[in-house]
């Protein structure tokens, strides 16, 4: 089915994103201090049940990521089809009904009848003025009154049942791995881990994958028969919009900073270390920067920006393209603007080390300055900078929603929280409420930045130390 | 005293004319004025004239750094650099695409912006600090935990969604107080309500965990021990002790947004419809009219720096061990 891979800008920069995690992580592994703060994480029932939840959405994210030219289907049997211009992703492929079932507009969630009231033509010529039938939502059903409630409860156990077959399935694999890794029998590990005698609260994990391994069953099942959250103005599913929104906000959330990253330590380190005019220098940059007022510095930049798109419009290929390119200056821009509060705290902490006894004798041996940066500063900072990383994220998320509302955050073809709350809220004062629209957007916000606010806590109190003693 | 407040006013200077320039680059370079023209006047069909006419209008005829047409000292000041510079630090900051002067709406503008910043700073900063105390007194128990997790449950949620929530429950279910709208006088405070206890409840999950955690710093202190040992309660620890040492970081951290409470808040204001600085500069937005968005960049940048020079200064009002030199 696919056709040419096309790799958007930031769809590399996130797989270079994940790549450096990944080394990061083996990088770790290998070094006590870093290693053991990450035991403590694993070892938190926060920290395990939010890692879950923070996974499924990486995974829908980078299946959301990786893009292609599907092959239009040929009309005619022998002849090879052709890639068609638009750009979809794997996970638009997986999710291709979804995508593709369009109603007229507006329709209430699980509904069979559409929102508004049209003028249907009767097979015998006359007219009636009613709620039309869904095209696709509950299209199977002989008696949309009387059949759709046993419907969807019979749709909402299968899905049930089957959530809890996979849950036992991976859940059985999953003791079985533990099990021969500790040695021990099967029953045994079973039993340690159901009862939570483990260090790492794998009932917990295990728990939490049951719930989101059954909430996404019953979805996969309900979407087959109905639109699960509805449709919006323009008939589209609105569960799809917000499964591809999560795209959009890992990416604002982790870009963001994985652009700012390497000023915000460089910088920070060489204000601390080299003190004199090199600080004041960078000092008085980041004052600069901070003392615009981060809103107004990105409306600027934006307009600006709009400004080019559309005097030079040739520049882009696609909307894809162009929105992608849009987004990824959006996490430039709001770089830009955070990246300060990491250098200060940078500077602090490397103006602190570089008195320090291991440091100097270092200096004394003659070492080079970039040797005893790259050997003794930045490897004794690299905990405030993960602190602050995953600190950021949840911020970045909700800020994305208030920018597009501005018009400021990312294009408004491409999906997003803010996109869809934007658009939802003039439709609060139509009678009667479309609220399909701003929940799911805001229920799938609210999980995404609960588990990362409740992650990052636990991972700041595993890697500060002052912390962990006060309390 | 009053030599080191010169010396941070002269400080300032740099600061701004580093924010000059870059908003100068942001607005100007990357975009020409021809650019802007067209976008404004636009894009298909506009003659050179018509372009000619409404960058003249504008002052935005001139070389943008340097006037080779011009002998000394000249070729650096009659750039649009050097003019729109200077009319800046004076703060006339000319008319706006619309053709009104900018320097008077903003002067207008500012009330409606206040009336609703300095209340939600005031009662947000009353309820933050009344509930960080009430979890600092039953700290380690359920409602300490409990607490916690309502306050990280309210940061997770979009500030967007309070302000949408309670316009729907209070205005359109209840009928309460008016969705959106302004008027002047005490029929202000009808519309000014909601937008101030929506503003005050948003804010209270990052508010009162941060105060918290002041609080338990404090509460580990030597002091505090002393204070227990001598036998006091543990309310007048709390009180007389805790709280007003945990002043310091608080006031602090309030007086450096002060000067920012001009700017309005932009959410608040647009969605309330209320015609304060904030929907100013929104609606600049939309409309792309760069003078107006450029003049609030700046007045945001000194008001910002205002913060930072009273934060230092308050700091010696409230903490006699820091002395200013």
């Known amino acids: 089915m696919t056709g040419g891979l096309v790799i958007l800008w930031t769809d590399g920069l996130i797989f270079l994103l994940l790549l450096f995690t990944v080394v990061f992580g083996v990088y770790a592994s290998r070094r006590e201090h870093l290693r053991g703060p990450w035991r403590l994480v694993v070892r938190s029932r926060v920290g395990v049940s939010t890692l879950v939840v923070l996974a499924f959405y990486v995974i829908v994210g980078l299946l959301d990521s990786i893009h292609f030219h599907p092959l239009a289907p040929s009309q005619e049997a022998g002849v090879e089809s052709v890639r068609s211009g638009e750009v979809i992703s794997l996970f638009d492929h997986l999710v291709t009904p979804l995508r593709e079932r369009h109603e007229k507009t507006y329709s209430a969630p699980l509904a069979t009848h559409l929102y508004a009231k049209e003028t249907i033509e009767l097979a015998d010529g006359s007219v009636l003025r009613d709620y039309p039938r869904l095209q696709f939502g509950g299209a199977h059903l002989e008696d949309p009154h009387g059949d759709w409630a046993g419907d969807v409860l019979k749709l909402g156990l299968i899905g049930l049942s089957k959530g809890l077959l996979v849950t036992l399935v991976v859940g059985n694999i999953l ?67 917000a499964l591809k929104s999560i795209r959009t906000g890992l990416l604002i959330g982790t870009l963001t900073t994985l652009v700012m990253l390497p000023a915000a330590i460089l910088l920070g380190i060489m204000a601390g270390y080299f003190r004199g005019w090199v600080d004041d220098l960078i000092q008085y940059t980041y004052t600069t920067l901070n003392s615009i007022p981060g809103v107004l510095l990105i409306a600027a930049a934006i307009l600006m920006l709009q400004i080019y798109m559309s005097n030079h419009a040739d520049d882009f290929n696609s909307l894809v393209e162009r929105a992608d390119l849009r987004l990824l200056f959006l996490c430039i821009i709001l770089g830009v603007t955070s990246w300060t509060g990491l250098c200060r705290l940078l500077r602090g902490e490397a103006m602190k080390l570089r008195e320090v006894d291991y440091v100097q004798a270092a200096e004394a041996f003659g070492v080079g300055h970039f040797q005893i940066i790259l050997r003794h500063i930045l490897p004794n900072v690299l905990h405030i900078v993960l602190i602050t990383v995953v600190l950021d994220f949840s911020g970045l998320v909700l800020a994305e929603a208030v920018l597009s509302y501005v018009n400021i955050g990312v294009d408004p073809t491409m999906n997003s929280w803010g996109n869809m709350i934007n658009s939802a809220r003039l439709e609060m004062a139509r009678e009667p409420v479309v609220w399909w629209s701003l929940l799911a957007s805001m229920l799938f916000m609210f999980t995404l930045v609960l588990s990362a606010n409740l992650f990052s806590d636990v991972v700041r109190d595993a890697f500060d130390p002052r912390l962990r003693n006060s309390r | ?9 002269l400080y300032a200077i740099p600061i701004l004319i580093g924010v000059n320039v870059l908003t100068f680059v942001l607005f100007f370079v990357v975009n020409s004025p021809d650019d802007m023209a067209r976008m404004h006047l636009g894009m298909k069909r506009v003659t050179p004239e018509a372009i000619q006419g409404w960058k003249a209008e504008r002052g935005y005829d001139k070389p943008l750094l340097l006037n080779d047409s011009r002998e000394g000292l000249e070729a650096l000041t009659d750039t649009i650099f050097f003019q729109k510079s200077v009319k800046l630090f004076q703060f006339d900051f000319g008319i706006s695409d619309s053709d009104r002067d900018i320097g008077y709406d903003i002067s207008q503008r500012m009330w409606p912006s206040l009336a609703i910043a300095v209340p939600v700073l005031l009662v947000g900063l009353l309820v933050n600090i009344t509930y960080a105390l009430l979890i600092a007194f039953f700290r380690a128990t359920y409602i300490d935990i409990w607490s916690v997790v309502l306050c990280v449950v309210m940061m997770s949620i979009s500030g967007l969604f309070y302000i949408i929530g309670g316009q729907y429950l209070v205005s359109k279910l209840l009928h309460l107080v008016p969705i959106s709208g302004y008027d002047t006088g005490v029929s202000a405070i009808k519309f000014l309500v909601l937008p101030v206890i929506i503003g005050v409840i948003g804010g209270i999950g990052s508010g009162t965990r941060w105060y918290r955690t002041l609080f338990l710093e404090e509460i580990n202190r030597d002091y505090v021990r002393t204070a227990r040992a001598k036998g006091l309660s543990e309310a007048v620890v709390l009180f007389r002790h805790v709280l007003k040492n945990a002043m310091i970081p608080i006031l602090t951290g309030v007086v450096v947004v002060l000067p920012l409470l001009f700017m309005g808040s932009l959410i608040t204001e647009s969605f309330f419809g209320i015609p304060g600085l904030g929907s100013y500069t929104i609606d600049a937005i939309n409309r792309q009219d760069f003078a107006i968005v450029r003049a609030m960049v700046f007045l945001g940048s000194v008001l910002y720096i205002l913060g930072l020079l009273l934060t230092d200064i308050s700091y010696t009002l409230v903490d006699p061990r820091v002395r200013l030199s």
Do not use: C, N
């Not at chain 1, 099967?186 to 391994?213: E, N, S």
């Open chain 1, 175 to 241: 003791l079985a791995l533990l099990a021969g890794r500790w040695r021990m029998g099967f029953g045994d590990a079973a039993r340690a881990v159901l009862w939570g005698r483990t260090i790492v609260p794998w009932r917990v994990a295990l728990v939490t994958l049951g719930v989101l391994l059954i909430l996404v069953m019953v979805s996969i099942e309900l979407s087959t028969g109905y639109h699960l959250l509805g449709t919006d103005k323009v008939g589209e599913d609105v569960f799809y919009q």
């Open chain 2, 1 to 9: 005293m009053i030599a080191y407040i010169l010396r941070r006013i």
